[in-house]
């Protein structure tokens, strides 16, 4: 089997190649979209829309062309403004999927080498860093002080410690450490992909404001019928011809309709997708921006749902004294207070847990990011924080300790 080529070695090129071909790219299967037309097409046929076209039909029978000219421009407004407004915001999240990182690292003919996750199959040798996705289910081979987030499948925020010969799921992260793994199933046949496929048998219920505007068109509905044919009553009864009682009781149905009421909705639903693109909340769905309105408890207990699952350190305690240290984030510049030999001490205990740790801060994109674990940036984020030379002796006492905590809530 193609999963016992040698560790040392990993596969071979045509090795790689007959797999590839045999068992297909390294891609989870997605759901096939709606073409574009459908879409479009959506905007102008639910059933409010359907409401104004007849409106407008029996506009034009009634002989006022002005209200079924104004009622048609409403409708074709309206549908391509919600069109454009949801294109927008599906292009946006094309984008960012397209951000991920596409590339791993693997042993092939006895070489390290990087190539496309795409390109994984059933056998390969991956090498993992802390900091890293895992790019396909596979059983870890060496691992040295190997921890993996598996919170997106499980919910669990803690790392899980791995060794050799246990499952790594493709998905997860890697957080601390370094390993390396035999991949065992590739894009379909992953267990991530499993939990795609499952995703894409449920229809999703109908939202709060779409029941909510079919049970007003529906009584509006009812209401203009109801009062046009009473009114065609009431004409024919008086001795008014019923063609002219017909045009008449048209007339009054299609003024009954308040051919406002969809444009003014999809504003206030863009103005919401336009407010909360500003706080860097992506919208795809018009109608997702009132669902999410409509919320009134969230009940959770993961650290990182709610928070921004990043972790600073606010007080080092030493023999001497405490050290504050305010900063944001993890820019390595802070204001420091506390007293010179307490400062002296912190610094060797901010250097002394750094050394004990993987996590690291790095500039990425013109910012200070972590890679690895939170906690451990925090401390390596200290050590840089901290004035003077951080390279002399280690003196720590058990009474010196670390104080960290987590940052703010998120959105």
Known sequence: MAGSAPVATGLSTSEALALLAEHGPNRIPTEASVPAWRRFLAEFTHFFAALLWCAAGLAFVAGMPQLGVAVVAVVLINGMFSYVQEERAEHAATKLRALLPSQVRVRRDGHPARLEAADLVPGDLVILAAGDRIPADLWFGATSSCTVDESMLTGESDPVPKQTMDAGIGGTFLVNGEAEGIVTATGRRTRLAEIAALTTTVKPPQSPLTMELRRIVRTIAAVALGVGLLFFALSALIGISWQDAFLFAIGVSVALIPEGLLP?????????????????????????VETLGSTTFIC????GTLTQNRMSAVEVWTPEGTVTVAGAGYEPVASVSGNEPAIARAGRVSRAAALASRGRIVMRDGTWQPEGDPMEAALDTLLHRLPGPQNGRNCLRPSDSVSARRGGANR
């Open 300 to 303: 959770t207990d993961k650290t």
């Open 264 to 288: 003014t909705v999809t504003l206030s639903l863009a103005m919401g997708a336009q407010r909360m693109a500003h706080r860097k909340a992506l919208v795809r769905h018009l109608q997702a």
